[in-house]
């Protein structure tokens, strides 16, 4: 990360020293309300973790089958899923790669639909597909800076306690401008035909990823909740406020997960598919790779060049995690992100219009091409070379 992004991560470390000096805000709480719309990745209920949860109760008609398997023989085909990860303004390469994807002809109409932050951000229209979608698209990541995202906090917030440097007010009317009574109604009839949007967050009150079922908040016509949980899953932590829901408190999907694909929990392993080989695209808003780079040992760069590290393992983490759980399915797996020359600064959080158009445009040349897609994870040293071997050999 360059100085972009050292004057943010710098405030943030000297903001958490001086608040630990500062006032304590009132302790709360800890929430048991159940989870009425979220279950973990696994499918488990949060509240009762070894105990199914109920939120894809409408999905399953085999009891004990995971969700893809029950939806293939409702939808009557294999299956196409989506998964978006996060990223911040680099979510502009996945609007970009949607558009591009729609113009080739090749886009398929998506059975499921996840997205986490940014992806999140982007799942709605994603799930919906139309044309309008797309330019909707567009225009929330190629018309908007950051004053769009977020305003400052004065130094005597900070010191009485806040608990974010940033003010989201402005992402919150942004999302509302999105996502109208409409969008939900339309939401809500792409479940009736039996397709599904998810989303993940951290609730980081007790350490977990939920998985919220999209679809049943559309149905239920909770437009405070759909917004609500979109606000949340793009809360990165301590520079965004967390967003509280029925007590609980949740930030970024990203701090625990980056990337959720709904359907692969089931009490058993998966029998093989009922239509023959499915897909599961992935769009990671991010680089594969990253160049080497020696770092300043100044505050700002270790705290930024840390902080990315973390998130860049979060990722690889979750597209492995999704690389097995695809194969085990019986499914493709393919993965595109965002080409090393493409120049997106080293600040997600930037919200630069001239990086985002940068992102965009890419994503859509992208999107446009035959075969954009890797058939695997890149292998960073987290996993044996043989490990990824004996599962493609196997299936």
């Known amino acids: ?23 304590a805000p009132v302790d709360r709480e800890l929430s048991a309300a159940p989870a009425s719309y979220a279950a973990l990745p696994n499918g488990n209920d949060p ?8 939120v894809y109760a409408d999905l399953v008609t085999v009891p004990g089958e995971n969700v893809v398997r029950s939806m293939e023989r409702q939808r009557g085909h294999a299956l196409n899923l989506l998964s978006i990860s996060g990223g911040g303004q680099n979510g502009a390469f996945g609007a970009g790669f949607l558009n591009g994807w729609s113009e080739s002809g090749n886009r398929p109409e998506f059975d499921i639909v996840g997205g986490v932050s940014t992806g999140a951000l982007l799942s709605t229209h994603a799930l919906l597909g139309t044309e309008a979608d797309n330019a909707e698209l567009e225009a929330m990541y190629t018309q908007i800076n950051k004053d769009d995202i977020y305003k400052g906090r004065s130094v005597f917030s900070i010191l009485t306690g806040t608990d974010s440097l940033r003010d989201t007010t402005p992402l919150q009317a942004l999302i509302a401008k999105y996502i109208k009574p409409e969008t939900l109604v339309r939401v ?10 998810v989303v993940g967050t951290t609730n980081v009150d007790y350490g977990q990823t939920w998985v919220w079922n999209m679809s049943l908040i559309a ?6 909740l759909y917004r609500k949980v979109l606000l949340a899953s793009a809360s990165f932590p301590v520079v965004f406020p967390p967003v509280e829901i029925d007590g609980h408190l949740f930030v970024d999907g990203a701090a625990r997960s980056n990337v959720v694909v709904a359907g692969m929990g089931g009490k058993k392993r998966p029998d093989p598919p009922l239509f023959g080989s499915g897909n ?16 300043r040992r100044a505050l700002g760069p270790v705290a930024a060049t840390t902080i990315s590290v ?8 979750a597209l492995s995690r999704s690389y097995f759980g695809a194969h085990f399915l019986g499914y493709d797996f393919k993965l595109v992100a965002i080409p090393d020359q493409v120049d997106i600064g080293h600040d997600p959080l930037a919200f630069d219009p001239s990086q985002m158009r940068a992102a965009f445009d890419a994503g859509r040349e992208m999107g446009k091409m035959e075969q954009p897609w890797l058939n695997s994870p890149a292998n960073v040293g987290d996993v044996p070379p043989w490990a990824l071997r004996a599962i493609e050999e196997s299936y």
Do not use: W
């Open 1 to 23: 990360m360059h100085n972009s992004s050292m004057g943010l991560f710098g405030s943030m470390l000297c903001a958490l020293l001086v608040v630990g000096c500062a006032s």
């Open 47 to 54: 509240m009762q973790p070894d105990t199914p949860s109920n």
């Open 188 to 197: 809500a009839e792409a479940y009736d035909q039996g397709r599904l949007l």
């Open 219 to 224: 149905k239920a016509g909770d437009l405070e």
């Open 280 to 295: 599961l695209f992935l769009i990671n808003n991010g680089k594969d790779n990253h160049a080497p780079e020696a770092l």
């Open 310 to 317: 973390m998130m860049d393992q979060s990722m690889q983490t």
